[in-house]
């Protein structure tokens, strides 16, 4: 079993940080952990957040969120995985990014992931023509915008991260739900062409158990339509529990898989 998608950030760059990881995925009988950290850590990523920083308004709070978590030098964490490279452990181990897509910060995004061999680098969608969606402090927005337009705007700036063939995972692709929020319109179409996309550019789509755990969402992973659609057209779907604590590495990584194996039937 994998857990493709497990967070560094609650411990220090050490090889005793990343045992207690490790450990607890072995606990959960999983194979292959893939690790990273957000890409609003690094200071190096900062101009690509320029949207969040000067929106007019979640302005103060989404600066002050940023900076409060933009503290590393990416260096740091490079270095750590190189060093890590050189143990053997008991699972297979993998390094990467999840890094916030912005269609029109495509080139820095590149310029910042250059120059190292990243395992996997992995795409997400946390923020909405400068508005953090998933935020409980910005919460209170989704009572007064038009949800039917976000969610059509949060999936054409999806297609177009795929698109991108930055990336070779996509995170949580319908994290949309955090709050549950729900349009009336149907989007089968847009599925269609989120699955098509994935596709095309051979790109990983998540199975995320993150909503079920960091939200206490009802859901287990993606919804039943989004599911169907993605499996009919054959797009790789790999399991991932958006663990931020040691405890919830592989998480539902079992139940996940029973349920992807029960939809390719």
């Excluded at 190096?44 to 989404?62: A, K, L, M, P, V």
């Excluded at 992973?221 to 599911?227: A, P, Q, S, T, V």
Aim: proline share 2%; aromatic share 14%.
């Amino acid at each position: 079993m994998i857990d493709m998608h497990v967070h560094l950030e609650r411990g220090p760059y050490t090889k005793e940080w990343l045992m207690e990881l490790v450990s607890n995925a072995v606990k959960r009988d999983i194979d292959a952990l893939y690790l990273l950290e957000h890409s609003f850590r690094f200071v190096e990523f900062r101009n690509i957040y320029g949207t969040i920083i000067e929106h007019e308004d979640y302005g103060t709070y989404q600066s002050e969120w940023l900076s409060n978590r933009m503290q590393l030098e990416l260096t740091d964490y490079k270095d750590f995985i190189t060093k890590m490279r050189e143990y053997e452990f008991p699972i297979e181990v993998r390094f990467g990014l999840e890094i916030c897509y912005f269609p029109d910060k495509e080139e820095e995004i590149k310029k910042c992931i250059s120059n190292f061999d990243w395992d996997f680098l992995t795409g997400s969608i946390h923020w909405i023509d400068g508005w953090g969606f998933d935020h409980e402090k910005t919460k209170e927005n989704w009572r007064k915008c038009n949800i039917d337009k976000v969610y059509e705007r949060y999936y054409k700036l999806m297609i177009q991260l795929v698109e991108s063939r930055i990336f070779n995972i996509l995170a949580h692709p319908d994290s949309i739900k955090c709050f549950d929020y729900y349009p009336t319109i149907k989007l089968t179409n847009v599925y269609i062409q989120l699955a098509k996309a994935l596709k095309r550019n051979n790109v990983k789509a998540e199975f995320s158990s993150g909503l079920h755990i960091n939200y206490g969402h009802g859901d287990l992973g993606l919804n039943k339509e989004l599911l169907k659609i993605l499996s009919e057209y054959e797009v790789d779907i790999v399991t991932a529990s958006d663990a931020h604590r040691p405890e919830d590495v592989g998480k539902y990584i079992r139940e996940a898989k029973k349920i992807l194996n029960g939809s390719n039937k």
